[in-house]
């Protein structure tokens, strides 16, 4: 089956800084999503990006479809933003995630 | 707004017990899926349904069953509890290959 891949697994920062979350996939999909979990474990939704760029306030994304990855931007990082974020690919009516990348944001 | 909703936060079975995971979504989506989340294992997929009475198994099926009678509701069944039960399981709806939206998860603890 197709596989997901994100890197880095963890990552540690000083609030206000930069940073990019990356999701490699093995196949072509339908459609690809970034979640982050809260510390209470809901998923919430960032993106529904298939291709292309989109921008949500501090944060924005980038899929690269023919290239097969896709990239989360952080800017200006809070301590709000620490948790896990997940990419997930749909691909004939399954959604398959990657196992995370868990963010730390130091105050 | 999207809501899926799932029946328990939190609930602690007993070994050999069978036990009734629901979940509820508002929005008439055909699909729903059911994960379970592990530490270190990302979300894995149990079983999926992309319409009422329809399922396929997704990548750890063993040891769960689902039911599907209605549009909006997608229950998750452990027929015989086992303590490598316990997780966290989260429920999802979507309409065919658009947005998914997940359920708040039920922390399952098998004792």
């Known amino acids: 089956g197709i596989q997901v891949e994100q890197s880095p697994p963890d990552l540690i920062l000083q609030e206000g800084a930069n940073s990019t979350l990356r999701c490699n996939f093995s196949d072509s999909v339908n459609n690809l999503q970034w979640f982050h979990q809260n510390p209470w474990g809901q998923l919430i939704n960032l993106f529904y990006?298939?291709?292309g760029t989109k921008q949500n306030g501090r944060l924005s994304a980038t899929t690269v479809a023919t290239e097969r990855y896709s990239l989360l931007y952080i800017s200006s990082s809070q301590t709000t933003d620490s948790g896990v974020y997940f990419c997930a690919v749909h691909r004939d009516d399954k959604i398959i995630f990657g196992k995370g990348t868990r963010l730390h944001i130091l105050p | 707004d999207v809501k899926v909703t799932q029946s328990s936060r939190y609930l602690v079975k007993r070994t050999g017990e069978k036990v009734f995971l629901e979940c509820v979504q508002d929005m008439d989506h055909e699909n729903m899926f059911w994960y379970r989340q592990d530490p270190g294992l990302g979300l894995r997929l149990i079983y999926f349904?992309?319409?009422?009475?329809?399922?396929e198994k997704g990548d750890i099926p063993e040891g769960y069953s689902v039911s599907r009678e209605k549009k909006e509701r997608f229950s998750l069944i452990l027929e015989s509890a086992s303590t490598n039960q316990t997780s966290m399981y989260l429920c999802?709806?979507?309409?065919?290959?658009?947005?998914?939206?997940f359920g708040q998860g039920t922390r399952l603890t098998v004792v």
């Open positions: 349904s992309y319409d009422v009475k329809m399922k």
């Open positions: 999802a709806s979507s309409a065919a290959n658009t947005e998914a939206f």
């Open positions: 990006i298939p291709s």
